[in-house]
């Protein structure tokens, strides 16, 4: 019978304390990173979509184009809850925006939702402020006359009524029809000449040779349109995407050859 051979165990290794703390420092650099990162983001997100941003008021009216007697803005309820108080009283803001618009009604039967806090804020505050129609340019336009006066409700000091223009009609000569109806009716039951607001491309395709009774307002936001030597033009919107502390949602900037 052989006689069994015991196995040689070979002893393990040690593991050095340096490989250790090679790997626990690789480690905590790794996991330092996906923090500073994690931060970086954070504190992006944070500023970007959390926190309003801030406006400075020296840049804001430096960028206010020159040449112009007054500089106003238009909300409606795209804006959102507007803290008015924080503009005009704790900001300051009424130093700077002489004039604001309100949208109040759309077509025969919509009612902006903020119509009234708006208008009834700005009348507290003594803000010379006005109010605007949307023009539901294929619908009739009495009844949308109807609508808006029964909300507007016309005071001495308001700004003139504003129609606003922005979608076609059934043809262009339908277009200034009812436009034409519209804004003689308001004018005949107010006393109050109603301003044309359109687009540039409106005005330059369906509106430069007609209306020459009446002012407009112009959208144009990449450059200052060269028709704005028009007489008829008083109101220039040079950007629909400005910002404004106590108002989250970027809102239209506005100026003028009047002063409010």
Not at 140 to 163: A, I, S, T
Request: proline fraction near 5%.
């Amino acid at each position: 019978m052989a006689t069994l051979k015991k196995k040689k165990t070979i002893p393990k290794k040690p593991i050095s304390r340096k490989s250790k703390s090679s790997k626990s420092k690789s480690k905590s650099i790794l996991y330092g990173f996906i923090i500073l990162i994690s931060l970086l983001i954070a504190t992006f997100v944070y500023w970007e979509f959390i926190i309003p941003p801030v406006v400075n008021k020296i840049s804001f009216y430096n960028s206010i184009p020159k040449g112009y007697k007054s500089f106003g803005i238009d909300v409606s309820h795209h804006q959102g809850d507007i803290d008015w108080e924080t503009l005009f009283k704790k900001e300051e803001y009424d130093t700077i925006i002489q004039f604001v618009y309100c949208k109040a009604t759309e077509g025969n039967s919509h009612v902006d939702t903020k119509w009234e806090i708006n208008r009834t804020t700005l009348n507290n505050m003594g803000i010379p402020n006005g109010a605007y129609h949307f023009f539901r340019s294929k619908d009739k336009p009495k009844p949308q006359v109807d609508h808006f006066l029964n909300y507007w409700k016309k005071r001495e000091v308001d700004l003139p009524p504003v129609l606003d223009v922005e979608t076609e009609g059934l043809s262009d000569s339908d277009l200034r029809a009812k436009m034409t109806i519209w804004l003689e009716e308001v004018e005949k039951r107010t006393g109050m000449r109603p301003i044309i607001y359109t687009s540039l491309h409106f005005f330059e395709s369906k509106f430069s040779h007609y209306f020459p009774d009446y002012k407009f307002w112009i959208a144009a936001y990449s450059q200052e349109p060269g028709c704005i030597l028009d007489n008829r033009i008083i109101n220039w919107q040079y950007s629909e995407s400005g910002i404004l502390p106590g108002i989250d949602e970027e809102v239209d900037f506005n100026v003028s050859k009047i002063l409010y």
